[in-house]
């Protein structure tokens, strides 16, 4: 695996995600914007981490990314971003089938609230704020397409 491209490609596509949950909040419609802020979440993580070595494959790589704290790896900065991936792991299914809350299952348009969808939101946005600020430093101002940032 070429980290530099994965660690670009997931940071794209996090940034992507997020724009597509900012845009369903101007139509309300809740369990998009879920779905998109947990993938944003997500690929920010993933990002980060595939700057290092290769992200497990699970829907919360939360663990791995405080692996790499208490390996010295990163910074102590970055267990929020664990934190905020744990929060949204469990979006991923609960946008897609819904969930058994109470005793009965409900679906997605039940669970997934404007509550629900902002709080979510609020940590994509975090999460990918702080991939965007790491990545390309850590890959020595490397751009988005692989390349140094020097323009050369």
Not at 29 to 43: H, R, S
Not at 116 to 137: C, I, K, N, S, Y
Request: glycine share 8%.
């Amino acid at each position: 695996m070429d980290t530099q491209e994965e660690a670009f490609r997931l940071l794209k596509e996090a940034k992507e995600d997020l724009e597509r949950a900012v845009r369903y909040t101007g139509f309300r419609d809740w369990v998009t914007v879920v779905l998109y802020a947990q993938l944003a979440t997500e690929k920010a993580a993933k990002a980060v981490i595939a700057s290092f070595e290769a992200f497990e494959w699970t829907h919360d790589p939360s663990d791995q990314l405080r692996r790499l704290v208490n390996r010295g790896l990163l910074p102590d900065s970055f267990l929020e971003m664990a934190a905020d991936v744990r929060r949204a792991a469990p979006w991923h299914g609960r946008s897609t089938y819904g969930a058994l809350v109470e005793g009965r299952w409900r679906s997605p348009s039940e669970i997934c609230t404007e509550e629900v969808a902002q709080g979510l939101l609020e940590g994509a946005r975090r999460t990918v704020r702080q991939a965007v600020a790491f990545v390309p430093v850590f890959f020595g101002g490397a751009n988005e397409s692989g390349g140094s940032g020097t323009g050369r």
